[in-house]
């Protein structure tokens, strides 16, 4: 049981950051993922103490026992989300109590602690605060910021959950997750691999679903597609997700995105673009989608967009998809004016071009 606490953060400042030149010279093409700002954050946690030392300490490796149970038993979780430099200078992350809420939705599932929202929140505060000169300027770019949690206790045996854990904050600048900018993407229709079953863990951000997904998106590039699409698992007949993206589909000028069963990552993305519709008067509907009303919709002129979205993506139009035994155009191939207008108004909102109605975004500095 988690023990909630108010916890004091020890400061220690790298004596090893990079320089402003350094600095920029990766800022000028960051990449994704790459490259991580000169700090991060940890958290550790015992059964009966609960958390405790918080830090912010000089980002380097960790040492761990070789029989830690993350190493064998996968008890882990992430979030993922952006720290964005808005026009008028200041730095805000968007909606971070909605992924904090998800991060311990997660750790229920996964037999692991659960961290105060509030602390959540502190700890993703500190990291940006203390790095915050690794904010891109560019457009489009921004921090990205990778909350996880993993099990620590150096033991070998699966009759129960590990009794110490690690929560840990890294950051990464950004530039846009798919290169060559907004153009539509291909993607493979996996009916021979399944991602999750019910029951499972499909709905938590863990490690073990993006492991288990590796073979089909290789899969998906050996067949010239950029991403693989998952299908349900009884019957592989109905659309789920994109890789780790949620997908909607612009039926009859009405969005549609596949409704949340369980074996669907619940994206911060998703109900934020759920919400945005009703601004933009689209109205929208969580329901099963098959491979059948996808390619017939298509095909006949109804189904004219499909786009994919996530905090590393944000929107990402489709243009093909291909199968096993069938392929096919969505509309004329090219990013349709309801994507981008949802594109649009999002990221908007983010750098802050757009007004923030709903009031997502969390201002750092």
């Not at 039926?251 to 993305?269: E, F, H, R, Y």
């Not at 601004?279 to 329901?287: A, I, W």
């Not at 098959?290 to 786009?307: D, I, M, R, Y």
Request: proline share 5%; hydrophobic share 40%.
């Amino acid at each position: 049981m988690t023990i909630a606490q108010k916890l004091s953060f020890d400061v220690q400042l790298s004596d090893h950051a990079r320089t402003a030149a350094e600095r920029e010279q990766v800022l000028a093409n960051p990449g994704w993922g790459q490259v991580f700002t000169d700090h991060m954050v940890s958290i550790d946690f015992t059964e009966g103490k609960g958390w405790h030392d918080a830090r912010l300490e000089a980002y380097g490796p960790l040492v761990l026992d070789p029989a830690t149970a993350v190493f064998h038993y996968a008890q882990e979780l992430f979030e993922g989300l952006k720290a964005y430099r808005q026009a008028n200078g200041s730095i805000v992350m968007f909606r971070p109590y909605a992924n904090a809420t998800r991060f311990n939705r997660s750790a229920q599932r996964m037999a692991m602690p659960e961290l105060p929202e509030e602390t959540f929140v502190e700890s993703l505060d500190l990291l940006v605060n203390t790095d915050k000169e690794w904010v891109p300027t560019a457009e489009g770019h921004s921090l990205y910021l990778r909350p996880f949690m993993i099990a620590t206790q150096p033991a070998l045996g699966v009759n129960y959950p590990s009794k110490t854990y690690r929560y840990m904050v890294i950051a990464s600048p950004a530039a846009s997750y798919f290169t060559g900018g907004i153009k539509p993407v291909s993607v493979w229709l996996s009916t021979e691999y399944t991602r999750a079953a019910p029951g499972g863990t499909g709905f938590a951000k863990c490690g073990g679903n993006y492991a288990a997904a590796f073979v089909a998106q290789r899969q998906a590039v050996e067949n010239g597609c950029d991403q693989v699409v998952w299908l349900d698992a009884h019957e592989h007949r109905y659309v789920e997700e994109m890789g780790g993206m949620n997908l909607f589909f612009v039926i009859g000028g009405k969005l549609v995105t596949p409704a949340l069963t369980g074996t669907l990552l619940p994206g911060i993305t998703r109900d934020s673009i759920l919400e945005l519709a009703g601004d933009l008067g689209l109205e929208t509907e969580e329901r099963l989608v098959s491979v059948e009303e996808w390619q017939a919709g298509c095909e006949s002129g109804e189904l004219t967009e499909v786009f994919a979205c996530g905090t590393a993506a944000v929107v990402t139009p489709v243009g093909t998809v291909k199968g096993a035994d069938r392929s096919w155009t969505i509309g004329d191939g090219t990013p349709g004016p309801i994507t981008m207008r949802v594109r649009e108004e999002l990221v908007g909102i983010q750098y802050g071009a757009r007004p923030d109605t709903h009031n997502w975004v969390h201002k750092i500095a």
